[in-house]
């Protein structure tokens, strides 16, 4: 079936486009992610310094005031308000990183992964790349396409791929999907 050149040209340049949208798409929620992240964990650090830091001066305070004499403390508010002080930023740091909660990583890439998907079902895209890339090629140049088959065939075969998958797995995971669908196309015939 032929096509219009304006269609065979239009087809890698429109998957080209969609792959860059998707390395834009990922890289803007990495970058997000990471500024989440970052701020996140620059503000509870600075709140765990806060409290660690309200900590040993109320220790120290504590101590101070135990060993010297009431009549000699001339200030003792602030024994209580410097400590008071690195409490209340450890305190409003750590509520405001509570502020920066992650969301699931990559969730906009996911959903637009899902609608694509729901897409190429729906216009069967692979059977337009096919028809646009494979057919022109086979037309012109039959040699090279059954030699490029059978290099892959024989690369496919020295590589043993199916020696990776485990076999109970195989039988697992198909035997009742092939047993479904034969059971399905008796009944249509009978």
């Not at 906009?108 to 895209?125: G, P, Q, S, V």
């Not at 090279?144 to 059978?150: D, E, K, N, Q």
Request: hydrophobic share 50%.
């Amino acid at each position: 079936m032929p096509t219009r050149p304006s269609t065979q040209a239009s087809l890698p340049q429109t998957l080209a486009d969609h792959a860059k949208a998707y390395g834009e798409l990922i890289l803007k929620e990495w970058n997000d992610s990471r500024n989440l992240w970052r701020k996140r964990t620059q503000l509870q650090v600075l709140g765990a310094c806060g409290l660690g830091v309200a900590v040993i001066l109320a220790g120290m305070a504590a101590m101070l005031w135990a060993v010297t004499p009431p009549a000699q403390i001339h200030s003792l508010w602030v024994l209580i308000a410097i400590p008071m002080a690195f409490l209340a930023i450890g305190v409003i740091c750590l509520m405001a990183a509570k502020k920066y909660v992650q969301a699931v990583a990559f969730e906009h890439t996911r959903e637009r992964f899902i609608a694509d998907m729901d897409l190429f079902k729906k216009t069967n895209l692979v059977t337009k790349a096919t028809e646009l890339t494979v057919l022109p090629m086979a037309t012109a140049h039959p040699y090279r396409l059954v030699l490029g088959a059978a290099l892959v065939g024989a690369l496919a075969v020295r590589a043993h791929p199916w020696r990776w998958l485990s076999g109970s797995a195989v039988l697992v995971g198909l035997l009742p999907k092939v047993i479904s669908i034969l059971s399905s196309q008796n009944k249509i015939q009978s």
